[in-house]
């Protein structure tokens, strides 16, 4: 098998069907892979019906494939479902740039996710929480015990923490924090499982009633962190310096630092890239995008989610950090064929490979956006990517949404109105 690569020069002009060739030699997917990941034989009603309720059909998005990723030295083809134009684009060419300095460095913590339990109608708080702490070890075996199979892998409960909540609109009470270890599973199932499981021990121990028993989404025990540095000299463009480039960077991530407003659209450009793998590989994006934006909160105010400084050469470079619960088993990360097979194409083979893999196109993308912004404006190269969409819209087929598309950049009107009259203009010549 040749060395895997995620440069594929020229990717972008291939017709559909030969990207698909080049990705599966490139890849080294089976037939079967690539069919899935055409779309051709996705998921089919009767599998959706099992995975919702009130299952109709269908819906499809858009799957595309971001180029030139080496994380933590491995080359890395990227699948990402998204509807959004210039996001696969532009994570692929900050990849490109960051290559020549090693590209994306990633880390991640260990798998443990957080079950909540609230403990209302306790007479004496310190009371309770000193049966609790009396009582762990024998509570955390009484959890080691539901998952046999977990704890033989190396996961399981680590801690039980209790935190104390003084001001409420309903009083003080106990929460109980289960520290669980869940290896390569996002982890909802098995946290939830382990807090029923839980509750009525804590009952007896308290005298009080456990209410909420559930997973918390602010996952800042399973953080992924990756970081980037981009050379000066891959920084230069068009009429740009590269230090116009790298200062202009820095100028717009302060924005974001300093200013709520400007960090929610900051983080959302972030989340472009995040979300757009975590779809591709079915996991959980509501989830990933709750813990994020709450640890970008964290110190009371809200803030960006990444950092852009300069090194002591002057080259630009980025950190990113945030919770990142996702997972190789469970949920539609089996079930779902694309799933399946968009994780063949990424290689993953564990939960931390794909963490670390997620958080670098998160800080692509991000780099993807300052720069746009921070140079020739986001519309330009936007909307060059969205006349496309908008050709399609108005009723182009075939070699007309080109045309038109390029009609339509050229004079700087991407809109349906216009495009439906040179449409209709074109039709009488």
Same mark, same amino acid.
């Given at each position: 098998m040749a060395a895997r690569s995620s440069r594929i020069p020229g990717f972008y002009n291939l017709p559909l069907a030969d990207r698909l060739q080049r990705l599966g030699e490139a890849g080294d997917l089976d037939p079967s892979s690539?069919?899935? %990941?055409?779309?051709?034989?996705?998921?089919? /009603?009767? %599998?959706?019906?099992?995975?919702?309720?009130?299952?109709?059909?269908?819906?499809?998005?858009?799957?595309?494939?971001?180029?030139?990723?080496?994380?933590?030295?491995?080359?890395?083809?990227?699948?990402?479902?998204?509807?959004?134009?210039?996001?696969?684009?532009?994570?692929?060419?900050?990849?490109?740039?960051?290559?020549?300095?090693?590209?994306?460095?990633?880390?991640?913590?260990?798998?443990?996710?957080?079950?909540?339990?609230?403990?209302?109608?306790?007479?004496? %708080?310190?009371?309770?929480?000193?049966?609790?702490?009396?009582?762990?070890?024998?509570?955390?075996?009484?959890?080691?015990?539901?998952?046999?199979?977990?704890?033989?892998?190396?996961?399981?409960?680590?801690?039980?923490?209790?935190?104390?909540?003084?001001?409420?609109?309903?009083?003080?009470?106990?929460?109980?924090?289960?520290?669980?270890?869940?290896?390569d599973a996002m982890g909802a199932n098995a946290v939830?499982?382990?807090?029923?499981? %839980?509750?009525?021990?804590?009952?007896?121990?308290?005298?009080? /009633?456990?209410?909420?028993?559930?997973?918390?989404?602010?996952?800042?025990?399973?953080l992924a962190r990756s970081e980037c540095t981009i050379k000066l000299s891959e920084l230069a463009f068009g009429d740009f310096s590269a230090e116009q480039v790298r200062n202009g960077i820095i100028e717009a991530w302060a924005f974001a630092a300093a200013d709520p407003y400007r960090a929610a659209t900051h983080n959302k450009g972030i989340m472009n890239g995040i979300d757009a793998v975590v779809i591709a590989t079915g996991n959980?994006?509501?989830?990933?995008?709750?813990?994020?934006h709450a640890y970008a909160a964290r110190s009371g105010r809200y803030t960006s989610l990444s950092t852009w400084s300069k090194d002591a050469e002057g080259n630009l470079v980025g950190n990113l950090e945030l919770p990142m619960a996702v997972g190789i088993v469970g949920g539609a990360t089996k079930v779902h064929p694309g799933a399946a097979s968009n994780s063949s194409l990424a290689c993953v083979t564990t939960a931390a490979e794909l963490a670390e893999i997620i958080v670098s196109v998160g800080l692509a993308q991000n780099l993807a956006a300052l720069r746009a912004l921070a140079t020739e404006g986001i519309q330009r190269g936007h909307m060059s990517l969205h006349a496309r969409q908008v050709a399609v819209a108005a009723g182009a087929q075939g070699d007309l949404i080109e045309k038109l598309a390029g009609a339509l950049i050229k004079e700087n009107?991407?809109?349906?109105?216009?495009?439906?009259?040179?449409?209709?203009?074109w039709s009488h010549d």
């Open positions: 690539l069919v899935a %990941l055409s779309g051709v034989s996705g998921l089919d /009603r009767n %599998l959706a019906d099992h995975m919702i309720e009130n299952v109709v059909g269908t819906y499809s998005l858009p799957l595309g494939v971001a180029l030139n990723f080496i994380v933590n030295g491995r080359e890395v083809l990227v699948p990402m479902v998204i509807e959004e134009p210039s996001v696969v684009a532009g994570a692929s060419y900050m990849a490109k740039l960051a290559r020549a300095a090693g590209s994306f460095r990633s880390s991640v913590d260990a798998p443990e996710m957080i079950g909540q339990m609230q403990l209302l109608d306790v007479a004496n %708080l310190d009371a309770a929480a000193a049966a609790i702490t009396q009582a762990k070890d024998e509570l955390l075996a009484e959890v080691a015990a539901i998952d046999p199979f977990l704890q033989k892998h190396g996961g399981g409960p680590r801690d039980l923490e209790i935190r104390r909540i003084e001001e409420s609109s309903i009083g003080p009470f106990l929460v109980l924090h289960l520290i669980y270890d869940v290896r939830n499982t382990a807090c029923e499981r %839980l509750a009525s021990k804590i009952e007896g121990l308290t005298g009080g /009633r456990v209410h909420l028993r559930i997973l918390s989404n602010l996952a800042d025990r399973r959980d994006w509501r989830a990933v995008e709750a813990g994020a009107t991407v809109r349906v109105d216009r495009a439906e009259q040179l449409l209709k203009e």
